[in-house]
């Protein structure tokens, strides 16, 4: 029987994904462990296994192309096989074909185990928030029985076999039952809360799932008039019909909470945006893909007539080109998670000058060892690390009611990809030598840069280094990598002149901006901080006691 093989979430942030290339091709043999495709995350591309086997009868997302999670990405059966039901319904595969099965048992047991679902009232089952999901487990609720529920508020933070995740409401009501308490598991689809109007009793719909009956919903007036709406409204204003129905019900529009976010921070109205979701839902693509009408444009034209001949005698000077580059996941995730730090973490800059001479005669004397390599920027995250263990206020975490204070110290080192940019982690910082940061940094940009670094290599870090001093800038800020608490600048070692014992001497100098996040660090505190920083790394030999 053919298995149906979803886009699969391998990141925790991952909302879509691009095939970068098929190792497979349409008539393969697949074994379970075989690689199928090279799948780009917003964080890496990864290699994608097989967890079943038989013959690749299906691709359902070319090379190049994206897609969200959990869509149609591959069926995989026996050679042959007529994979043509589950075509037809592509959008929604896994729901046609577990609809189909029990359709004949349904209907000879309607009267006897279908429970209608009372008016207003939404059942929520648990999600599949992995490909490879079986069951799920509540970590705790952030909702409690009789509690207000808003479209897009958290419900509850549930551990999959990947991560542990948070699962945000697509319905508004109040939350009438909670069907698994924190700590405990069930299967997905299983029941896992009921969200309907204040004081509707659902007795009946509980009893009926731990009775695995049917429950089906009872069409109500509201609905029957929607299901007519195009067929009245098209005969008058056939545009509005379609658009209304596809985005509203009852002047209620439709839309993921991501896609609200967006549309808001584009200022998009959404009642001008078409859905192409589920019963017209707004999602993410379709605020993405959206252009404004061009209304305005045959004013501007009839009101500048004599703009005209301007613009034609300067298109004879040089032709006028633009070209559409498509974002990869990496650029879109950096744009995602530094514009949320920007305009969310209160950033205050604090720089201090360093002198390097010493640094440079103790590189100079470390690196004459046989096979040890030791690099400047090396000395700057030994040099934070230390400083971290002396100031743990800078050490930390701003969360809504808590700030996290860290006791381990993990440094993450920005590298510079051809997509970007991604952040390396040095775990146990302060507990390395030099040598050993040095090794640790080398091996993670390698994989970086190779676009092969593990998810886990990428996650947890406590403070960052980002360093353009080999590009010759001599002094810039950083944004700082959430949720960190504050990142480090290091510009250029420059050589200049400065006041040594009362003579002006040609010295060595590095700057280096300290960008603090203002909840948790102080100036007073960041300021302590650097001129901890600058006294370990003026004095390199204070790094290796």
């Known amino acids: 029987m053919a298995t149906i093989v979803n886009m699969p979430r391998l990141s925790d942030t991952m909302e879509e994904g691009v095939v970068a290339s098929w190792l497979k091709k349409v008539g393969d043999k697949i074994e379970e462990g075989d690689i199928l495709a090279?799948?780009?995350?917003?964080?890496?591309?990864?290699?994608?296994?097989?967890?079943?086997?038989?013959?690749?009868?299906?691709?359902?997302?070319?090379?190049?192309?994206?897609?969200?999670?959990?869509?149609?990405?591959?069926?995989?059966?026996?050679?042959?096989?007529?994979?043509?039901?589950?075509?037809?319904?592509?959008?929604?595969?896994?729901?046609?074909?577990?609809?189909?099965?029990?359709?004949?048992?349904?209907?000879?047991?309607?009267?006897?185990?279908?429970?209608?679902?009372?008016?207003?009232?939404?059942?929520?089952?648990?999600?599949?928030?992995?490909?490879?999901?079986?069951?799920?487990?509540?970590?705790?609720?952030?909702?409690?029985?009789?509690?207000?529920?808003?479209?897009?508020?958290?419900?509850?933070?549930?551990?999959?076999?990947?991560?542990?995740?948070?699962?945000?409401?697509?319905?508004?009501?109040?939350?009438?039952?909670?069907?698994?308490?924190?700590?405990?598991?069930?299967?997905?689809?299983?029941?896992?809360a009921i969200i309907g109007n204040e004081g509707t009793d659902v007795s009946t719909v509980i009893e009926a799932h731990k009775n695995g009956g049917v429950v089906t919903t009872t069409p109500s007036t509201e609905d029957k008039k929607e299901e007519s709406k195009p067929v009245s409204e098209t005969t008058s204003n056939a545009p509005k019909a379609v658009e209304n129905t596809n985005t509203s019900t009852g002047g209620r529009i439709f839309a993921s909470p991501l896609a609200k976010k967006i549309a808001k921070d584009k200022g998009i109205n959404l009642a001008d945006v078409k859905g192409s979701g589920e019963n017209g839902r707004i999602v993410k693509?379709?605020?993405?893909?959206?252009?404004?009408?061009?209304?305005?444009?045959?004013?501007?034209?009839?009101?500048?007539?004599?703009?005209?001949?301007?613009?034609?005698?300067?298109?004879?000077?040089?032709?006028?080109?633009?070209?559409?580059?498509?974002?990869?996941?990496?650029?879109?995730?950096?744009?995602?998670?530094?514009?949320?730090?920007?305009?969310?973490?209160?950033?205050?800059?604090?720089?201090?000058?360093?002198?390097?001479?010493?640094?440079?005669?103790?590189?100079?004397?470390?690196?004459?060892?046989?096979?040890?390599?030791?690099?400047?920027?090396?000395?700057?995250v030994k040099a934070c690390a230390m400083a971290l263990r002396k100031h743990p206020q800078v050490n930390t975490s701003w969360e809504e009611n808590v700030t996290k204070y860290h006791s381990h110290i993990h440094v993450g080192v920005a590298v510079a990809v051809d997509e970007g940019l991604v952040v390396p982690v040095v775990k146990h910082t302060d507990a390395l030598t030099l040598t050993q940061i040095g090794a640790s940094v080398k091996d993670l940009a390698g994989k970086a840069r190779s676009k092969k670094i593990k998810p886990n290599e990428m996650q947890g870090s406590t403070f960052t280094v980002s360093n353009l001093g080999m590009f010759g800038i001599e002094s810039f800020t950083s944004i700082i990598n959430q949720p960190n608490s504050a990142i480090l600048s290091v510009g250029a070692i420059v050589q200049k002149p400065v006041v040594k014992d009362g003579q002006i001497v040609v010295g060595n100098t590095m700057m280096l901006t300290l960008a603090c996040d203002h909840r948790t660090v102080d100036g007073a505190v960041g300021a302590q901080f650097l001129q901890t920083l600058k006294t370990f790394i003026e004095n390199p030999v204070t790094m290796l006691v």
Do not use: C
């Not at 799948?39 to 009868?57: N, P, Q, R, V, Y």
């Open 38 to 192: 090279e799948i780009e995350t917003d964080k890496a591309t990864m290699e994608f296994e097989s967890f079943h086997e038989g013959t690749l009868l299906h691709i359902g997302v070319q090379e190049g192309d994206s897609a969200p999670v959990d869509t149609l990405l591959a069926i995989i059966g026996e050679e042959g096989e007529d994979i043509s039901t589950l075509l037809n319904g592509n959008s929604t595969p896994k729901v046609e074909e577990a609809k189909e099965a029990p359709k004949k048992e349904e209907t000879a047991s309607t009267n006897n185990n279908s429970t209608a679902i009372p008016e207003g009232v939404q059942v929520v089952t648990m999600p599949r928030l992995s490909d490879t999901m079986v069951e799920g487990t509540v970590a705790s609720w952030l909702k409690s029985v009789g509690d207000k529920v808003e479209e897009g508020d958290i419900l509850a933070e549930i551990e999959t076999d990947k991560a542990t995740m948070e699962f945000e409401s697509f319905y508004e009501g109040t939350l009438l039952y909670i069907g698994i308490e924190e700590g405990n598991s069930a299967p997905v689809d299983s029941l896992l």
């Open 285 to 380: 693509k379709d605020v993405e893909n959206y252009t404004p009408s061009a209304a305005p444009q045959p004013v501007v034209t009839s009101s500048t007539p004599s703009a005209a001949p301007q613009v034609t005698s300067f298109a004879i000077a040089g032709e006028e080109k633009t070209e559409d580059v498509k974002n990869s996941q990496m650029r879109k995730a950096i744009a995602r998670s530094l514009g949320n730090s920007k305009f969310s973490a209160p950033h205050f800059y604090l720089n201090i000058e360093v002198d390097m001479d010493n640094a440079i005669a103790s590189r100079k004397t470390i690196n004459a060892i046989p096979d040890v390599k030791v690099s400047f920027n090396d000395m700057v």
